[in-house]
């Protein structure tokens, strides 16, 4: 299977796992905005050129995550949010031809991706359709007809308005018992907000996992969640909770826990198993503060605190 998938990998995304940095999951690559075709005869010189890391790219052990999950869900069609350079979107077209190479189509939408993407011109670009566009505004009949998609990847704009938006819009477009993948939910805690409010419709189930990288929040790694769709969702049942005002921007840390607590009713902390069970005690969140999806045990331990309403805990 792996040996399948280096195999269908084009030279460019090739060349990027050969730039990845394990020990803190960056890339030694140029600026997005100076992306170039890469090849691993060249990779000891653009090390050298690029000492500095980069971090648009998802991590290698993510990327073949993704490969994984196409391939073990049997999943041919395929939504991406956030094209970038390309590279996740490599994994997970070489996914769903390793699946079905006739039927084949991964969809990735991004309103500036970047240039010399990593698929250009390889065989793996006949099943990629890559959109220029505004995920909110693209109508998916455009690319699949009235088809669903089997699996979908959001790794986009990472911001609790845009994110909420895009499940509303898209999730009713995918197969029930479907996947889709959120990625850097534990980074940003506008993200890890979406995925308590996706978790609370009752709509899908989760399971959200620690990743690779380590950088810019020293206590949080990116973190990736997967869903499961559970139950049908038509067009306008999904209905998140407006928050603006309060979460704007790519937010690593929320800035004003009470004030979503008091704007949800209680939505974000009702669930005792995570970290935002305690979101309104502990005061603004920091850059040390847990991710939002941490075990709320974890996070009472990091905080110094006694955990509260976790499972199996007396009073």
Do not use: W
């Amino acid at each position: 299977m792996f040996e399948a998938l280096l195999a269908s990998l084009p030279e460019s995304a090739l060349a990027c796992r050969a730039l990845y940095d394990v020990a803190n999951g960056g890339y030694h690559l140029p600026l997005r905005e100076h992306n170039r075709r890469l090849t691993r005869a060249e990779v000891p010189q653009y090390r050298a050129l690029y000492p500095q890391v980069h971090y648009d790219c998802i991590e290698v052990p993510v990327a073949d995550l993704l490969y994984s999950l196409v391939v073990n869900t049997r999943s041919a069609r395929i939504l991406e949010t956030g094209t970038s350079r390309g590279f996740s979107t490599c994994h997970l077209a070489a996914g769903a031809r390793f699946v079905d190479e006739r039927a084949a189509q991964v969809i990735t939408i991004d309103p500036a991706p970047a240039a010399n993407l990593f698929f250009e011109g390889s065989t793996l670009a006949e099943s990629i359709v890559p959109v220029r566009a505004d995920s909110l505004r693209f109508d998916l009949t455009q690319a699949l007809g009235t088809g669903q998609c089997d699996f979908m990847f959001f790794d986009s704009l990472h911001t609790y308005a845009h994110l909420s938006a895009e499940l509303a819009h898209y999730l009713p477009r995918l197969e029930l018992g479907g996947l889709f993948a959120l990625h850097d939910t534990f980074v940003f805690d506008d993200l890890g907000l979406v995925v308590l409010a996706m978790l609370g419709t009752g709509r899908a189930e989760m399971l959200s996992l620690p990743t690779h990288r380590r950088h810019a929040e020293p206590a949080r790694c990116p973190g990736m969640s997967i869903f499961r769709k559970i139950a049908p969702i038509q067009a306008g049942d999904l209905v998140f909770p407006d928050l603006q005002g309060i979460t704007a921007g790519e937010q690593h840390c929320v800035p004003d826990p009470a004030a979503i607590v008091q704007r949800t009713g209680g939505l974000f902390v009702g669930d005792a198993r995570y970290a935002a069970h305690g979101m309104h005690r502990g005061g603004p969140r920091g850059p040390l503060s847990p991710a939002l999806l941490e075990p709320a045990q974890a996070a009472s331990a990091a905080a110094g605190q006694p955990a509260v309403g976790t499972p199996g805990s007396r009073p």
